[in-house]
C-alpha cells in the first residue's frame, strides 16, 4: 500500500493524464491499454485491471478468457511520445481464479528463473547486457497472397542508390555491402537519428554507453548499459519500442529482422551474461581467460543446451537466413577468448568484476524475458552437472574450415529448434520456470510459423522451378 500511495503522488506531481499499463505476449511484442488517471484508483493499483487473455496469440481459450493485469509500480517510465502527459507501468498477468502469476506469462517467467538461481544456491543475480542491432530503411513494401508474394526494401544507404536520378542530386557518399562499420557522416547517414534514439532511451531510464554504425548498408546498433535479467529484459522492450517510433518520426522504418537483406550481414544480439554473490562475481578466477571453474561450467552448459536455446534465442524463420555455416555468423559451439567467430566469447576486460560471458547466436526477434531466463537455466545446470566445455578454440573458425567442421553447429532451421525442445525442455522446468503447460503452448504457436513458411511457394522457387 505504501508503493501505492506513493505512485498515486507522484501521478499528481507530474500532470500525468494517462497512466499506460504494458505486458509482454509469448512472442515478445508489447501490447498496452491506457486509463485516464481520473480513473486510476488505489484498488485498480492493488487488484489489478480485467482483459481478454483469448485474444492473444497462444495463451487462454474463449471460455477461460479473463486474465488480470498487476502493475509493477517499481518499474514506470514517462512515455516521451504520447501526445498526452503519459507514464507508462510494466505489468506482471496474473490468473484471475488462483491470484498467482500466469505461468505462460514472460514476465512472470523470468521472475521465476531469477528466484530459481537464488534457491540454487549458486549465487544470488544474473546481470545480463544484450547487444541488438537492427536495420532502418526509407521503405518497406510485401504482401503474400493466393496468387502471390513479394517483399521490396529501400534505402538511401543501399550501394545501388548512387545509381538513382534524384531530384536533388545524387551526393553519392554510400558504403558497399559488409563494408559500413563505424564510418563517419556523410557514409553513416543516421548518425543523428541514432543519436536521439539514445537520448530518448535515456529518458526513458536507460544508462546509455554507445551508439554506432553497423557493417551492413542500413544497419545499427545502440549500447545499453548490462542490468539484472528481468531489468535487462524490461529494457529491451523499451529499447525495441524506442528504435521503432522515432524511425517513424523521421519518415523512416526500423526492423529488427535477423536477414532482411539478402546477400549482407544479418542482425544477431550478442547477449553478456554473469553471476553474482553479493559483491563479488562468479565468473572471476585463475582458469582459461581469467574466468573462474564456475564460469566454465556454465559456458558448458550453453553449448550442451545450445539447439535447445535456438527456439528461444532465435526464435523465427527468419533467424536460420543469418545462422548459416560458413558465413559470418556465430553457428560453431565452440568458445573462446576474444575470438568472434566462436558462439561464446570472453571479452577483453580490465577487472575481476568485469568477467562476462559473452553469447553471439541469439537475434532480436527472441523474447527477452525468455531467452535470457532460458540461458540462465542452460548456464545453472552447466553448474550443477560440471558441464566443462572442453579444450578453447583460438582458430579463426571462419577461415579454418577443416577444424570448423569438426565442430557442431546450432540449429539450421526453427523446425529443429522446435524439435530439440520437444525432447530436451527437462532443464527448463527445473523449480518450475518454464511449466510443461507454457512450452507446448509456446511450441504450438511456434509451429504455426514453421507451416506457414513451409506451405507458401518461394519467388525463388519460380526462378529456380518454373520452366522444369
Not at 529482422?257 to 546477400?263: A, D, E, I, N, R
Request: glycine residues 6%.
Amino acid at each position: 500500500m505504501q508503493k501505492i500511495k506513493e505512485f498515486m503522488r507522484l501521478l499528481k506531481k507530474t500532470n500525468v493524464q494517462y497512466v499506460d499499463f504494458r505486458f509482454t505476449d509469448f512472442k515478445g511484442a508489447w501490447h498496452h491499454m491506457s486509463i485516464p488517471v481520473s480513473a486510476v484508483t488505489e484498488a485498480i493499483l492493488k487488484e489489478g485491471i480485467f482483459f481478454d487473455g483469448s485474444s492473444i496469440a497462444g495463451w487462454r481459450a474463449i471460455h477461460e478468457s479473463d486474465m488480470i493485469l498487476i502493475p509493477d509500480l517499481s518499474h514506470t517510465v514517462m512515455d516521451h511520445f504520447a501526445a498526452q502527459i503519459t507514464m507508462v507501468v510494466i505489468c506482471d498477468v496474473y490468473d484471475p481464479l488462483t491470484r498467482l502469476p500466469y505461468e505462460r506469462d514472460p514476465r512472470s517467467l523470468a521472475k521465476r528463473a531469477e528466484s530459481s538461481l537464488l534457491a540454487s544456491g549458486i549465487g544470488d543475480q544474473a546481470y545480463f547486457g544484450a547487444e541488438p542491432e537492427f536495420f532502418i530503411f526509407d521503405n518497406v513494401r510485401f504482401d503474400t497472397g493466393t496468387a502471390g508474394s513479394f517483399y521490396e526494401i529501400d534505402s538511401d544507404e543501399f550501394p545501388q542508390s548512387s545509381a538513382k536520378p534524384l531530384d536533388q542530386g545524387n551526393h553519392g557518399h554510400r558504403s558497399l555491402a559488409k563494408n559500413a562499420y563505424f564510418p563517419v557522416p556523410p557514409r553513416d547517414s543516421l548518425s543523428d537519428l541514432r543519436a536521439e534514439m539514445a537520448s530518448t532511451m535515456a529518458d526513458f531510464g536507460l544508462i546509455m554507453e554507445k551508439h554506432h554504425h553497423e557493417v551492413a548498408p542500413s544497419q545499427h546498433e545502440i549500447g545499453v548499459k548490462y542490468a539484472s535479467l528481468l531489468e535487462a529484459a524490461d529494457h529491451l522492450q523499451i529499447y525495441k519500442y524506442v528504435v521503432h517510433n522515432v524511425a517513424r518520426s523521421y519518415g523512416k522504418t526500423a526492423t529488427f529482422m535477423p536477414k532482411p537483406v539478402l546477400g549482407d550481414n544479418g542482425s544477431g544480439m550478442h547477449v553478456h551474461q554473469s553471476l553474482w554473490k553479493g559483491k563479488k562475481s562468479l565468473f572471476s578466477g585463475k582458469e582459461y581467460a581469467g574466468l573462474s571453474e564456475t564460469a566454465l561450467f556454465y559456458i558448458g552448459g550453453i553449448l550442451k543446451h545450445a539447439k535447445t536455446l535456438n527456439a528461444f534465442t532465435n526464435p523465427t524463420t527468419n533467424s536460420y537466413k543469418r545462422l548459416i555455416p560458413g558465413f559470418e555468423a556465430p553457428v560453431l559451439l565452440a568458445y573462446s577468448e576474444r575470438n568472434r567467430s566462436a558462439a561464446c566469447r570472453i571479452p577483453l576486460s580490465y577487472g575481476a568484476n568485469s568477467k562476462r560471458v559473452e553469447v553471439r547466436f541469439p537475434d532480436p526477434t527472441a523474447n527477452s524475458y525468455l531467452a535470457f531466463s532460458a540461458m540462465l537455466m542452460a548456464g545453472l545446470d552447466g553448474i550443477k552437472n560440471r558441464l566443462h566445455p572442453g579444450e578453447a578454440v583460438e582458430h579463426n573458425l571462419y577461415e579454418e574450415k577443416d577444424i570448423a567442421k569438426s565442430l557442431p553447429t546450432v540449429c539450421s532451421s526453427l523446425r529443429e529448434a522446435l524439435q530439440k525442445l520437444e525432447r530436451n525442455p527437462s532443464f527448463l522446468m527445473t523449480d518450475g520456470v518454464f511449466s510443461e503447460d507454457l512450452l507446448k503452448a509456446y511450441c504450438a504457436l511456434k509451429w504455426e510459423e514453421v507451416y506457414a513458411l513451409e506451405h507458401t511457394p518461394h519467388p525463388v522457387e519460380f526462378k529456380l522451378y518454373y520452366s522444369f
